[in-house]
């Protein structure tokens, strides 16, 4: 392929249709077909990125290799392409805005009032390009953020239309997710919100060339043929989006529909062979039948909206199909421990999580928890957070420092296991300045951490300030908390086990990042394999 084939989707009606899993379900039966295909996402809010963005507002922050705090739907586009995404895989607004400013700063426009269009609109389309013109993919799908008609979505619309004119026939198209809803008092699903979206973004200058209906009931084909004529589509670009019980169908749903030979064809691209996914059916087929079933607490603080946690329940979807095992994840707020609630709270449970996180708020719960693991020999896995807490347990609790603590809960401790790095000392700016990205990590000989990697040297990604306190690792490792991972440039602690414990191990870094259909990750892997053995 000489050129570059753009594939742009946009989402109508209501938000949180699953745009991002349309798009990953497409990219992945494009790759299947032999396409190098990549997907990136254009989010229209004003912050420069997720980073500095509360759980609650947007769901997890997902960190890619080079560093860049992205939205999550990145996190499934790595899990279902196995391919790594970058800072160019995610656009704001904002970084937009702020590109664009910082130009006209430089004097870069010669004394041209700058605007919307054309600069703006040339910014975003040059961003949507830039992947394109690497000469890495032959295939680039565009997910548009938010629902066509918001005032934010404008600019993105109008870059889509001038794009797709730019490139000329069969080199970009558009397709746009919709809901057809059923009302249950007409017994009957309603087409006619579908007309309206596909409407408000022909008035923006741009015709859908492909329809995907998210609905809860079959689409009937008078129906289908409806949509077709009152949304000027052909027929055959009706797609329809049930409801799966899991997202790892959706990529078999889409095949059944269609919708990469119906993209192929609107891109004048030839099939090539069937979609390979024997690798990812076989997948499919042991999450959907398991032979164990294991109860892991998730212990967190920001577990009423599911998506904070996202690419940790992905991991053990990951993982319990990699084990045969059906991992239920039982949310608890880390508020509602405490010594005297412990027993209660995490009963039942085959394993403990402490999740990452950020504040002051509910760390005692978290503390306890860890607590409660070590010494009840249940198997136990902190991630960044949850690994600065299992260091604070044991400090506390087998060292006797009654007021170890980290600098972030309690910047007057006189045992500060857990410290800020001294280049973080100065920092005023919050947004991307913490440790970011891919960090190298030594394993040591003989400990759980190798056995689990089998290799003596991994690179996982990180998203934190504060760091195990060397001053106090001697003094920790001879008490039998294990330093079994250490950074080869900075020489801080990546890893700690505990060696006569079912499983005990805590990361400072995000594993959960990095787990894909393909490649389940391994600690996660090991942690369900664990808590099977030690339930039976």
């Not at 392409?81 to 430089?106: C, D, F, H, M």
């Not at 059944?256 to 087929?285: C, I, M, R, Y």
Request: with cysteine.
């Amino acid at each position: 392929m000489n050129q570059t084939k753009y594939i742009f989707v946009t989402g109508g009606v209501t938000s949180s249709l699953g745009k991002g899993i349309i798009a990953a379900s497409l990219a992945k039966l494009l790759q299947a077909r032999g396409y190098r295909t990549t997907i990136q996402k254009f989010d229209p809010y004003i912050n420069v990125d997720p980073g500095t963005l509360n759980p609650y507002e947007h769901g997890e922050c997902f960190v890619t290799d080079d560093g860049a705090e992205t939205d999550l739907d990145l996190g499934h586009y790595e899990r279902f392409l196995n391919v790594p995404t970058s800072q160019a895989n995610n656009v704001t607004t904002g970084r937009v805005y702020l590109s664009v400013i910082e130009k006209e700063r430089r004097g870069e426009f010669l004394g041209k009032t700058v605007q919307v269009v054309p600069h703006i609109t040339n910014e975003i389309k040059e961003r949507m390009q830039l992947l394109g013109k690497s000469g890495d993919f032959d295939i680039v799908i565009t997910e548009i953020g938010g629902t066509v008609g918001d005032i934010e979505s404008l600019p993105y619309i109008e870059s889509v239309r001038q794009l797709v004119w730019e490139l000329g026939e069969n080199n970009g198209i558009v397709i746009h997710l919709t809901l057809v809803p059923y009302l249950s008092a007409a017994g009957e699903l309603k087409t006619k919100p579908t007309q309206h979206s596909v409407k408000t973004l022909m008035e923006s200058g741009i015709k859908a060339d492909i329809l995907v209906c998210r609905t809860e009931y079959d689409l009937s084909e008078e129906l289908r043929q409806k949509l077709a004529l009152f949304c000027n589509v052909k027929r055959e670009a009706v797609i329809q989006s049930i409801d799966a019980k899991t997202i790892y169908e959706v990529p078999n749903l889409m095949l059944e529909e269609g919708l990469d030979v119906v993209a192929l064809k609107k891109l004048n691209l030839p099939e090539k062979s069937t979609p390979d996914l024997t690798q990812w059916n076989d997948f499919l087929n042991r999450l959907q039948n398991p032979k164990h079933t294991v109860n892991v607490g998730l212990i967190g603080k920001y577990v009423e909206l599911q998506d904070s946690y996202k690419s940790i329940l992905e991991a053990f979807i990951h993982a319990g199909a990699a084990n045969e095992t059906k991992v239920n994840v039982i949310s608890i707020h880390s508020e509602s421990i405490n010594a005297k609630t412990a027993k209660e709270s995490l009963k039942g449970l085959d394993g403990i999580l402490v999740a990452p996180g950020f504040g002051e708020r509910g760390i005692e719960g978290k503390i306890e928890a860890v607590r409660y693991a070590r010494e009840n020999n249940l198997p136990f896995f902190g991630i960044c957070l949850g690994m600065q807490m299992a260091v604070i347990e044991y400090a506390r609790t087998v060292l006797g420092y009654k007021d170890a603590n980290s600098t972030e809960m309690n910047p007057d401790t006189t045992n500060p296991v857990i410290d800020l790095m001294e280049e973080q000392k100065t920092i005023i700016d919050k947004g991307g300045t913490m440790r970011l990205g891919s960090w190298k990590c030594d394993l040591k000989e003989g400990s759980l951490a190798k056995q689990i990697y089998g290799k003596s040297q991994i690179a996982e990604r990180h998203r934190h300030r504060y760091e195990y306190n060397n001053k106090y690792a001697t003094e920790l490792q001879n008490a039998g908390l294990i330093s079994s991972g250490i950074n080869p440039d900075t020489g801080l602690v990546e890893i700690v086990e505990l060696p006569n414990h079912p499983f005990f191990i805590g990361v400072q870094y995000h594993p959960e990042y990095k787990s894909t259909v393909a490649n389940p990750q391994l600690i996660f892997v090991s942690f369900v394999a664990a808590m099977v053995k030690n339930k039976k």
